[in-house]
């Protein structure tokens, strides 16, 4: 009981030094920001001085924008992840897979059962008859470009209709597979990681000669790093059994016809199948990746924004203390507390704020630059972009301003305070 | 040492500011254990690799099977100490979210191949003589709270599916603190047994010991050579080379960790830097008079590298001390995700030393300044 109370006070009191916290970063930004416009600050102090002390203002900015830097370039890394394997599939199709299978490579349904699905309730179709493609999938080692290792790389042998199905992947250059063909169209991710997968190309694997013709778009997501065939040439070239597949998936009605759909399939005793929509499903293929990335980019980002803090406090500390005279001269000649305060955090945000953009700026040529992993629940590798968005930068100054702000707070108030005739005699 | 005095009352000159340099010292160690742990487990698979091992897996995919006929082809082939023979089982145990790697063994012959992970001998004795009898790793054991005499039930979709239960006869523990203990073994005949037909006879693939490292290439070779326009074409490597090909596929990490810790070490190098710049220019009518009165160039330098070294190794003992607290959570954090975090005794003197040479780095610059300091100027000074 006592154990608790104790622990319910320190929370009670964490808690309130956070929001005190806050409201003094919050208060100092904007107090720091309206300097120039609140009493008789002296600003062209400030300027003069960042001038005369070239060096350590230098220091400062470099120290802010290169933990600008890391943390924005982590984060556009994590967020690229996301987009890509997070935002894979539309919430309009549905993947049809054997019961408890917990990825495609798992899985295995049957022609008769992929006839079955096709006369389900909810399925679209078109002139050509039911929107489904079966699917069969694959890992195949292909070199990348960059270490000319090989990389496994998921191949997908898919049916002829597929655009029709996935509606967001689109042809870019050339054209699609011809169905009986030994041809391949390659995401444009793949075929910017891996050698040989150029349009007009060539490639040997699973002991067939595969002519490129074509590239699509997939909108950054992980079709994107896929190489997609015919799927049953693919069956055969891989020695599989004919007539099995390994995942279904639909073009639904209107993606609310879901549940009609899955209610019933899973209902159909002919059929033992999980149904699941296909955004979801690679929602869940990245879990592991996904928070891999996220713990390990916190604890990155956490320890980094405490050294920033501590970096910041220390240079505006000791640009604070070295000048203990400058600022009791000005005291002397009239200047009050108050005013010696506000012109300092200004020159803290004036220095982080230079150094939050020049962070920005040098990670801004980050963006749109491809690099790929291994996820390690589908053994594929997977390509995906630093993605470095405006709200992003506008979260990496934000956070420059804040150091700012705690590093420069602090000295100051202590600057201000302290008796003029004792900083005056200080040599 | 008869100058500690005025080192430590230099030190000691401005408390605040002592703090903040030690905390960022603190604060880059930290970081630096924690990059490495990471980089360390992503590259753990070529770090364990075996020198003498090979490693055959199917050419078309690493996904597709190789027959397990093809042993005792590979067997003729001279130079070989030992053959086992692995599947991928890729099971669930109760929920997706505890994965751990099941590998069918060749129960005769893993021990002989992967000397590292020990068993105790009756433990041994126990599995052969248990179809259904299972070994885990010291870290999967413990993770799921196993004992020996445990029946653990795992899912399955391939082989026919169902839940696969086996007897929990024996753990193993890796020789040195890097091996992988989170394995789950079982027996060949009792994974054939529940194979349809169509399915049986066919490993995941082979890995194999020489006799002589030297002779790897050759042997790979050769391995290769003889399944040639077969129906199941081989790709034979060295551990290592298999390992590091797989540590590739993570992409730049290794660059990434590098980048993110070069700019870590620039900047705390900055700011270290101007903060003994700043408390050298500080006293620098005291450093005059200590001149006048008849301190050599060399002693002054000495007294500011002396105090530069010092936050340096503080700092950086302060950050590695946090570093042995705080690892353990972090493979908590990341357990089934990353092999084991380990924090290695060699990262630890690594860091220090990179506190060391940025410590002395920050420290050089003033004090060279201190030292070419000429005495008049600096006295008249005000």
Same mark, same amino acid.
């Given at each position: 009981?006592?154990?608790?109370?104790?622990?319910?006070?320190?929370?009670?009191?964490?808690?309130?030094?956070?929001?005190?916290?806050?409201?003094?970063?919050?208060?100092?930004?904007?107090?720091?920001?309206?300097?120039?416009?609140?009493?008789?600050?002296?600003?062209?102090?400030?300027?003069?001085?960042?001038?005369?002390?070239?060096?350590?203002?230098?220091?400062?900015?470099?120290?802010?924008?290169?933990?600008?830097?890391?943390?924005?370039?982590?984060?556009?890394?994590?967020?690229?992840?996301?987009?890509?394997?997070?935002?894979?599939?539309?919430?309009?199709?549905?993947?049809?897979?054997?019961?408890?299978?917990?990825?495609?490579?798992?899985?295995?349904?049957?022609?008769?059962?992929?006839?079955?699905?096709?006369?389900?309730?909810?399925?679209?179709?078109?002139?050509?008859?039911?929107?489904?493609?079966?699917?069969?999938?694959?890992?195949?080692?292909?070199?990348?470009?960059?270490?000319?290792?090989?990389?496994?790389?998921?191949?997908?042998?898919?049916?002829?209709?597929?655009?029709?199905?996935?509606?967001?992947?689109?042809?870019?250059?050339?054209?699609?597979?011809?169905?009986?063909?030994?041809?391949?169209?390659?995401?444009?991710?793949?075929?910017?990681?891996?050698?040989?997968?150029?349009?007009?190309?060539?490639?040997?694997?699973?002991?067939?000669?595969?002519?490129?013709?074509?590239?699509?778009?997939?909108?950054?997501?992980?079709?994107?790093?896929?190489?997609?065939?015919?799927?049953?040439?693919?069956?055969?070239?891989?020695?599989?059994?004919?007539?099995?597949?390994?995942?279904?998936?639909?073009?639904?009605?209107?993606?609310?016809?879901?549940?009609?759909?899955?209610?019933?399939?899973?209902?159909?005793?002919?059929?033992?199948?999980?149904?699941?929509?296909?955004?979801?499903?690679?929602?869940?293929?990245?879990?592991?990746?996904?928070?891999?990335?996220?713990?390990?980019?916190?604890?990155?980002?956490?320890?980094?924004?405490?050294?920033?803090?501590?970096?910041?406090?220390?240079?505006?500390?000791?640009?604070?203390?070295?000048?203990?005279?400058?600022?009791?001269?000005?005291?002397?000649?009239?200047?009050?507390?108050?005013?010696?305060?506000?012109?300092?955090?200004?020159?803290?945000?004036?220095?982080?704020?230079?150094?939050?953009?020049?962070?920005?700026?040098?990670?801004?040529?980050?963006?749109?630059?491809?690099?790929?992993?291994?996820?390690?629940?589908?053994?594929?590798?997977?390509?995906?972009?630093?993605?470095?968005?405006?709200?992003?930068?506008?979260?990496?100054?934000?956070?420059?301003?804040?150091?700012?702000?705690?590093?420069?707070?602090?000295?100051?108030?202590?600057?201000?305070?302290?008796?003029?005739?004792?900083?005056?005699?200080?040599? | 040492?008869?100058?500690?005095?005025?080192?430590?009352?230099?030190?000691?000159?401005?408390?605040?500011?002592?703090?903040?340099?030690?905390?960022?010292?603190?604060?880059?160690?930290?970081?630096?254990?924690?990059?490495?742990?990471?980089?360390?487990?992503?590259?753990?698979?070529?770090?364990?690799?075996?020198?003498?091992?090979?490693?055959?897996?199917?050419?078309?995919?690493?996904?597709?099977?190789?027959?397990?006929?093809?042993?005792?082809?590979?067997?003729?082939?001279?130079?070989?100490?030992?053959?086992?023979?692995?599947?991928?089982?890729?099971?669930?145990?109760?929920?997706?979210?505890?994965?751990?790697?099941?590998?069918?063994?060749?129960?005769?012959?893993?021990?002989?191949?992967?000397?590292?992970?020990?068993?105790?001998?009756?433990?041994?004795?126990?599995?052969?003589?248990?179809?259904?009898?299972?070994?885990?790793?010291?870290?999967?054991?413990?993770?799921?709270?196993?004992?020996?005499?445990?029946?653990?039930?795992?899912?399955?979709?391939?082989?026919?599916?169902?839940?696969?239960?086996?007897?929990?006869?024996?753990?193993?523990?890796?020789?040195?603190?890097?091996?992988?203990?989170?394995?789950?073994?079982?027996?060949?005949?009792?994974?054939?047994?529940?194979?349809?037909?169509?399915?049986?006879?066919?490993?995941?693939?082979?890995?194999?010991?020489?006799?002589?490292?030297?002779?790897?290439?050759?042997?790979?070779?050769?391995?290769?050579?003889?399944?040639?326009?077969?129906?199941?074409?081989?790709?034979?490597?060295?551990?290592?080379?298999?390992?590091?090909?797989?540590?590739?596929?993570?992409?730049?990490?290794?660059?990434?960790?590098?980048?993110?810790?070069?700019?870590?070490?620039?900047?705390?190098?900055?700011?270290?830097?101007?903060?003994?710049?700043?408390?050298?220019?500080?006293?620098?009518?005291?450093?005059?008079?200590?001149?006048?009165?008849?301190?050599?160039?060399?002693?002054?330098?000495?007294?500011? $590298?002396?105090?530069?070294?010092? #936050?340096?190794?503080?700092?950086? *003992? %302060?950050?590695?001390?946090? /570093?042995?607290? @705080?690892? &353990?959570?972090?493979?908590?954090?990341?357990?089934?995700?990353?092999?084991?975090?380990? $924090?290695?005794?060699?990262?630890? #003197?690594?860091?220090?030393?990179? *506190? %060391?040479?940025?410590?002395? /780095?920050?420290? @050089?610059? &003033?004090?060279?300044?201190?030292?070419?300091?000429?005495?008049?100027?600096?006295?008249?000074?005000?």
């Amino acid at each position: 009981m006592a154990a608790k109370l104790i622990f319910g006070i320190i929370l009670t009191v964490a808690a309130i030094c956070v929001v005190l916290l806050v409201l003094v970063v919050i208060g100092g930004v904007l107090a720091g920001l309206l300097a120039p416009f609140i009493g008789n600050v002296p600003i062209s102090y400030n300027f003069r001085s960042i001038r005369e002390r070239w060096t350590s203002t230098i220091v400062a900015v470099l120290g802010i924008a290169g933990t600008v830097g890391v943390f924005v370039a982590m984060l556009s890394l994590a967020r690229g992840f996301k987009a890509t394997l997070v935002a894979s599939g539309s919430p309009g199709n549905a993947l049809v897979m054997r019961a408890g299978s917990s990825s495609e490579m798992m899985g295995g349904i049957t022609l008769e059962s992929v006839k079955v699905v096709q006369d389900a309730p909810g399925v679209a179709r078109d002139s050509s008859g039911p929107l489904v493609t079966q699917e069969v999938v694959g890992v195949m080692p292909f070199p990348l470009i960059s270490t000319g290792t090989d990389a496994n790389v998921q191949v997908r042998g898919v049916s002829p209709n597929v655009l029709e199905i996935r509606r967001f992947v689109k042809m870019t250059e050339g054209r699609m597979f011809q169905p009986g063909l030994s041809e391949l169209v390659v995401g444009k991710n793949a075929s910017r990681t891996y050698q040989g997968l150029t349009l007009g190309n060539s490639v040997d694997f699973a002991g067939g000669h595969w002519k490129i013709v074509g590239v699509f778009d997939a909108g950054g997501s992980s079709f994107d790093s896929e190489v997609w065939c015919d799927g049953k040439l693919f069956n055969q070239v891989l020695h599989r059994p004919e007539n099995i597949f390994q995942s279904a998936t639909v073009h639904l009605a209107s993606p609310d016809s879901f549940n009609t759909f899955k209610d019933s399939l899973t209902t159909d005793p002919r059929l033992n199948v999980d149904v699941i929509r296909e955004i979801d499903y690679y929602a869940k293929q990245s879990t592991v990746m996904t928070r891999l990335i996220t713990i390990l980019g916190g604890f990155v980002a956490a320890i980094m924004a405490v050294g920033a803090i501590f970096g910041a406090l220390n240079t505006m500390y000791s640009a604070v203390s070295e000048r203990g005279r400058e600022i009791a001269t000005m005291r002397a000649l009239g200047f009050s507390t108050w005013n010696v305060l506000l012109s300092f955090l200004f020159e803290a945000l004036l220095i982080s704020f230079a150094g939050g953009i020049l962070g920005c700026l040098v990670v801004l040529p980050l963006n749109g630059w491809t690099t790929s992993t291994m996820n390690f629940q589908t053994f594929s590798n997977i390509a995906f972009a630093f993605k470095i968005t405006l709200d992003l930068l506008l979260l990496g100054i934000l956070f420059a301003l804040v150091m700012g702000v705690l590093g420069g707070f602090f000295p100051a108030i202590r600057a201000a305070t302290r008796p003029v005739a004792v900083a005056l005699r200080e040599l | 040492m008869k100058f500690a005095r005025i080192i430590f009352a230099n030190l000691f000159r401005k408390k605040v500011r002592l703090m903040l340099t030690i905390g960022s010292f603190a604060v880059a160690l930290l970081l630096f254990v924690f990059l490495s742990v990471v980089k360390d487990a992503f590259g753990r698979g070529a770090d364990v690799a075996g020198a003498d091992r090979l490693v055959i897996i199917n050419r078309t995919s690493i996904i597709n099977p190789i027959p397990l006929s093809y042993r005792d082809k590979i067997l003729r082939i001279p130079g070989i100490k030992a053959i086992t023979h692995n599947n991928w089982f890729g099971g669930i145990y109760l929920d997706e979210k505890n994965f751990f790697p099941q590998f069918v063994i060749d129960p005769e012959n893993q021990r002989k191949v992967f000397p590292e992970l020990m068993v105790a001998d009756d433990q041994w004795d126990a599995f052969l003589k248990d179809r259904q009898g299972a070994i885990v790793g010291a870290r999967t054991a413990e993770r799921f709270h196993w004992k020996i005499g445990d029946r653990i039930p795992i899912k399955t979709t391939l082989y026919g599916g169902g839940s696969w239960e086996f007897n929990l006869v024996g753990i193993y523990h890796g020789k040195r603190p890097q091996d992988d203990e989170t394995q789950f073994w079982f027996q060949w005949d009792y994974f054939q047994e529940r194979l349809v037909a169509s399915q049986k006879g066919n490993v995941g693939w082979y890995v194999l010991r020489v006799e002589n490292p030297d002779d790897s290439p050759r042997i790979a070779k050769a391995i290769d050579a003889e399944f040639d326009n077969s129906p199941f074409e081989t790709k034979t490597e060295t551990e290592s080379a298999f390992a590091a090909n797989w540590v590739k596929q993570f992409g730049n990490i290794q660059f990434l960790i590098v980048s993110i810790g070069t700019v870590v070490f620039f900047t705390l190098l900055l700011v270290t830097g101007n903060t003994m710049a700043i408390s050298v220019r500080e006293r620098t009518s005291e450093l005059a008079v200590f001149k006048a009165i008849g301190y050599s160039d060399r002693k002054i330098l000495f007294f500011v $590298l002396a105090e530069s070294l010092a #936050i340096a190794i503080i700092g950086g *003992a %302060l950050g590695l001390l946090a /570093a042995i607290a @705080l690892v &353990p959570a972090l493979s908590k954090a990341l357990t089934g995700m990353l092999p084991a975090i380990i $924090l290695l005794p060699r990262t630890l #003197i690594l860091g220090l030393i990179l *506190a %060391l040479i940025v410590g002395f /780095a920050s420290g @050089l610059l &003033p004090g060279l300044g201190a030292m070419r300091l000429r005495v008049v100027n600096a006295l008249r000074r005000v």
